[in-house]
């Protein structure tokens, strides 16, 4: 178990909320790797978390707040649905949700989209995450070229999951990437620099050209 899950999740429930690891936390968690990065999702609004957290608002109007706790840098995100990604990185709606199964349909991969509740519950929507990480398989959600057409550093992500991880595609996936890289010319280039840094961190070499 893990001590700021457990704090954090006990104060989202004295305060009538949930909180869920989702992400790289999951993974870590599941693969019985220490968290090194924190990403929480919650049926808490931004504003109902400011009133009981002391939390960097930043992100607000896209439902993301952060903060520090015990030297840890963490993201709490709120359940929400997505419509129109019209500048290939940020949707133009946000609905808040209180569902896991609507919310995990805006995300990336099967292994992304694997849900922890307070008591270490596993919750899968897809029914291929758990069954993905074990059996090392990268999986979009959506049709590929859907998604990354809705967010194009989704092919950077795909790269670094695969190496990081050790995956493999189910199909012709890298090839369709890898012809649709000219999408990264649409983000912002701090992100891409970012992207680079994590993939650099995780020891990422045979996809060097597309993080340039």
């Known amino acids: 178990m893990d001590e700021i899950f457990n ?21 870590d968690y599941l693969l019985n790797k220490e968290i090194s990065d924190y990403d929480f999702v919650t049926d808490a609004t931004p504003t109902e978390i400011e009133k009981f957290l002391n939390v960097d608002s930043t992100f607000k109007k896209f439902g993301v707040v952060k903060l520090k706790y015990m030297g840890k840098h963490i993201d709490i995100a709120t359940l929400r649905m997505e419509n129109d990604y019209i500048d290939n990185r940020h949707p133009s709606n946000i609905t808040f949700v209180k569902d896991i199964f609507l919310d995990y349909k ?35 959600i959506k049709p590929i070229e859907i998604s990354i057409a809705e967010d194009p550093l989704r092919i950077l992500r795909a790269f670094r999951f695969k190496e990081q991880y050790n ?32 993939y650099k961190k995780v020891g990422g070499k045979k996809y060097d050209e597309l993080f340039k």
């Open 7 to 27: 704090y954090l999740s006990n104060t989202f429930i004295l305060n009538g909320f949930s909180l869920f690891m989702i992400g790289s936390s999951s993974r």
């Open 106 to 140: 805006r995300r990336d991969f099967t292994i992304n989209c694997i849900y922890i509740d307070y008591k270490y519950n596993v919750i899968d929507p897809t029914n291929m995450g758990v069954k993905d990480l074990k059996n090392k398989i990268l999986r979009f």
């Open 167 to 198: 995956l493999a595609f189910v199909g012709n996936e890298e090839e369709i990437l890898f012809k649709h890289k000219d999408l990264l010319n649409k983000i912002n280039k701090q992100k891409i620099l970012e992207e680079r840094s994590k």
